[in-house]
């Protein structure tokens, strides 16, 4: 499960059957307060690992040591199992874009990021695991398809992969290309989580809003991609308009009716409905002013 804060009573009333939960590092690293102490108290019952949007591991300005020492702490007072973010860059020169934004796919890019996971390891002394992220453009100077380029990261640095299966979805789609080849190239053996998330379709594009359940076409995709895997945690992201816990813990739970069986894939291009356009996330629930003055709207 996804640790959320409007679910922090319900928990701590209830400890509830949970195998394990993911806290977003950002929400907890800079907080004395409530939050750490309720992490604190849930670390102490239940398996934490801590998932972050804001390392920016692909960016050109130096890593920010402060963050990853604020991180480390927090990763050792919670006994983190892992440490994950994204294949992505989030700012430059001191400014925070607060979205995951993509990076050209090539070979100067792959040793610049090399080099960086290399860096993060040696701070937070463990390895790091690294997302897919979700993408709405390429660049024309990408010449690495991006589970290849994943593949050379996790030889040369030994992290290890976060597969969200959301966002394989979600960027296909809107790079035109097939989620089925994609999966197919994945170096799965590298794999440690995976995610699930709801998106939105906006006809010539899919936003991933994490804002919902899991449509049947990702459900079917998590299929293929837990049976490659052989099984690893799976984790559901939901962010905006939260449910209560026990529909959030029944989405996920709905994971084990698709570990098993033979792959359909036509259910996998089964229609989808097209809904209203919404703001991306993760990071939305985090600063909602900021998010909502770059509102993306439907073509
Ligand atoms: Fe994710």
């Not at 750490?36 to 108290?41: A, N, P, S, T, Y």
């Not at 990261?153 to 089925?180: I, K, Q």
């Amino acid at each position: 499960m996804g640790l959320r804060n409007c679910h922090f009573n319900h928990i701590l009333a209830e400890w509830p059957a949970v195998d394990w939960f993911e806290a977003i590092s950002e929400n907890f690293m800079d907080s004395g307060g409530r939050p750490g102490h309720v992490l604190r108290q849930i670390a102490e019952r239940y398996p934490v690992v801590l998932h972050g949007v804001s390392m920016s591991i692909g960016s050109t300005a130096p890593l920010d040591r402060g963050y990853l020492d604020r991180l480390k702490r927090l990763a050792d007072g919670v006994r983190a199992v892992w440490v994950s973010d994204h294949l992505c860059w989030t700012g430059i020169a001191g400014i925070n874009s607060h979205d995951l934004l993509p990076l050209p796919l090539n070979d100067e890019t792959l040793r610049h990021i090399v080099q960086r996971v290399h860096e993060v390891q040696d701070i937070l002394e463990r390895p790091l695991i690294l997302e897919n992220p979700s993408t709405y453009i390429g660049f024309r100077d990408s010449n690495i398809a991006e589970p290849d380029f994943l593949r050379a990261l996790a030889d040369e640095t030994g992290c290890g992969l976060l597969l969200d299966v959301n966002n394989v979805y979600v960027s296909c789609f809107n790079a035109g290309t097939d989620p089925v080849a994609y999966l197919e190239a994945f170096p799965f053996d590298r794999v440690v989580q995976m995610h699930l998330a709801g998106h939105q379709h906006c006809g010539t594009h899919l936003i991933d809003t994490h804002d919902g359940p899991v449509c049947d076409s990702v459900w079917e995709l998590y299929r293929l991609a837990w049976q490659r895997t052989g099984g690893v945690s799976t984790l559901l992201e939901w962010d905006g308009d939260v449910p209560p816990f026990q529909q959030m813990h029944d989405e996920v739970l709905r994971a084990r009716e698709f570990m098993q069986g033979a792959f359909d894939h036509g259910r996998l291009i089964g229609k989808a409905t097209v809904q209203t356009a919404s703001i991306s996330t993760p990071v939305d629930f985090l600063i909602p002013g900021v998010m909502q003055s770059n509102r993306l709207e439907a073509a």
